[in-house]
T-cell receptor, first 114, second 113 residues
Framework: AQSVTQLGSHVSVSEGALVLLRCNYSSSVPPYLFWYVQYPNQGLQLLLKYTSAATLVKGINGFEAEFKKSETSFHLTKPSAHMSDAAEYFCAVSDWSGANNLFFGTGTRLTVIP | NAGVTQTPKFQVLKTGQSMTLQCAQDMNHEYMSWYRQDPGMGLRLIHYSVGAGITDQGEVPNGYNVSRSTTEDFPLRLLSAAPSQTSVYFC????????????FGQGTRLTVV
């Protein structure tokens, strides 16, 4: 079965600093991986997704993620944090059964310090 | 575009009461699902549907029922609410294929007292 693990339930960075949110996956087959963002009192929206076309994936709002098979990782990065990036971030993996279910990590809350 | 619409946004129930959380999507997606979000646990799949008339259990189905009579609607029923069902509930829909984006509703915050 597929699963993802997010290291660090809370991450704090200074405005302008590098953002690094970690995600490791467990899958016996090449996975489809996603990062979603949730702003306060809202639903989730897609930041980016990995679909095997390219290992470095660029998403919205300046975020990107790199798929590293050797490390079973899909970490999310942004070179320079902005106050508006404060939110909760979820890594997810697509189920390889016919149902296409998404399974989520436990989330990382990002705080940006002015 | 409406996307995925959930109602109500907030609800308080007494233990033992029943209610239905509504979810509707206007994107003609075959796949729909319900998740619950609890602090430190991420989103956990309750039930899902791959098309009208077809439903199946997710990771945490106990205490919840679903049905899918139309492509657009996927209601979630709590037959006898318990305090352990206090949570934020999200409905999602997605197109066919494992790499397609899931679209989420705004959530329903449910408190069972």
């Amino acid at each position: 079965a597929q699963s993802v693990t997010q290291l660090g339930s809370h991450v704090s960075v200074s405005e302008g600093a590098l953002v690094l949110l970690r995600c490791n996956y467990s899958s016996s087959v090449p996975p489809y991986l996603f990062w979603y963002v949730q702003y306060p009192n809202q639903g989730l929206q897609l930041l980016l997704k990995y679909t095997s076309a390219a290992t470095l994936v660029k998403g919205i709002n300046g975020f990107e993620a790199e798929f590293k098979k050797s490390e079973t990782s899909f970490h999310l990065t942004k070179p320079s944090a902005h106050m508006s990036d404060a939110a909760e971030y979820f890594c997810a993996v697509s189920d390889w059964s016919g149902a296409n279910n998404l399974f989520f990590g436990t989330g990382t809350r990002l705080t940006v310090i002015p | 575009n409406a996307g995925v619409t959930q109602t109500p946004k907030f609800q308080v129930l007494k233990t033992g009461q029943s209610m239905t959380l509504q979810c509707a999507q206007d994107m003609n997606h075959e796949y729909m699902s319900w998740y619950r979000q609890d602090p430190g646990m991420g989103l956990r799949l309750i039930h899902y549907s791959v098309g009208a008339g077809i439903t199946d259990q997710g990771e945490v189905p106990n205490g919840y029922n679903v049905s899918r009579s139309t492509t657009e609607d996927f209601p979630l029923r709590l037959l006898s609410a318990a305090p352990s069902q206090t949570s934020v509930y999200f409905c999602a829909s997605k197109g066919n294929g494992k790499n397609t984006e899931a679209f989420f509703g705004q959530g329903t915050r449910l408190t069972v007292v």
